[in-house]
């Protein structure tokens, strides 16, 4: 039973540059959550896709989009990078009509460093 | 304003000891609160779930409460192992949530020296 998968597992840009990180849910889950986790802090809440579209927003600016694809793969995108952006982006997964009483499944991330 | 902490500073403990970590929110009314373990350069890992109507839950060595006047939950290790070193998370969903999305403090490390 796969778990999580994101890819890539390290990237390096520079400011102003766009970005793609990719995420793959457990099998069977239907919702993908994007979090940034920032060095020595907990995840925050970016966005959450279902059924295509996105469903719910956290504070982050318009430069972070996403999509959710068919077969319930996601992809979020990060245009015109800030230094600020590095962190590691976390994709979790789970089933609609039971997310909010159930636990997140989450990857191990892309780590993203801006020069 | 909203906030959800834990420790900051890292927790050292004996092989064998009980670990308690806190974690304390203000100014939400959370459905359910999670515990998830992360360790360094993974995802977190879920741990426990705790309902707003439940004191108290147990998984093995694990055991978390969650005291909704005092706003705070602990999350205690019996027996400690070196292996459970790591970064322990707490994580609420707020009661006016229907999607699951999880609002985290920034998690408390643990090191259990043997």
């Known amino acids: 039973d796969a778990g999580v998968t994101q890819s890539p597992t390290h990237l390096i840009k520079t400011r102003g540059q766009q970005v793609t990180l990719r995420c793959s849910p457990k099998?069977?889950?239907?919702?993908v959550s994007w979090y940034q986790q920032a060095l020595g802090q907990g995840p925050q809440f970016i966005f959450q896709?279902?059924?295509?579209?996105?469903?719910q927003r956290g504070n982050f600016p318009d430069r972070f989009s996403g999509h959710q694809f068919p077969n319930y793969s996601s992809e979020l995108n990060v245009n015109a990078l800030l230094l600020g952006d590095s962190a590691l982006y976390l994709c979790?997964?789970?089933?609609?009509?039971?997310?909010?009483?159930?636990?997140?499944?989450f990857g191990d991330g892309t780590r993203l460093s801006i020069l | 304003s909203q906030k959800i902490e834990q420790n900051s500073e890292a927790l050292n403990i004996q092989e064998g000891k009980t670990a308690t970590l806190t974690c304390n929110y203000t100014?939400?009314?959370?459905?359910?609160l999670q515990w998830y373990r992360q360790d360094p350069g993974r995802g977190p890992v879920f741990l426990l779930l705790?309902?707003?109507?439940?004191k108290e839950k147990r998984k093995e060595r694990l055991k978390v409460t969650f005291d909704t006047t005092l706003k705070q939950s602990l999350f205690h290790i019996t027996a400690s192992q070196p292996a459970d070193s790591a970064t322990y998370l707490c994580?609420?969903?707020?009661?006016?949530?229907?999607?699951?999305?999880?609002?985290f403090g920034q998690g408390t490390t643990l090191q259990v020296k043997p």
């Open positions: 896709y279902y059924e295509e579209e996105e469903r």
């Open positions: 099998s069977g889950h239907d919702t």
């Open positions: 979790a997964s789970s089933l609609a009509g039971t997310a909010i009483n159930q636990p997140q499944h």
């Open positions: 705790i309902r707003e109507n439940e």
């Open positions: 994580a609420l969903v707020p009661g006016s949530s229907n999607t699951g999305k999880l609002i």
């Open positions: 100014n939400y009314s959370p459905a359910y």
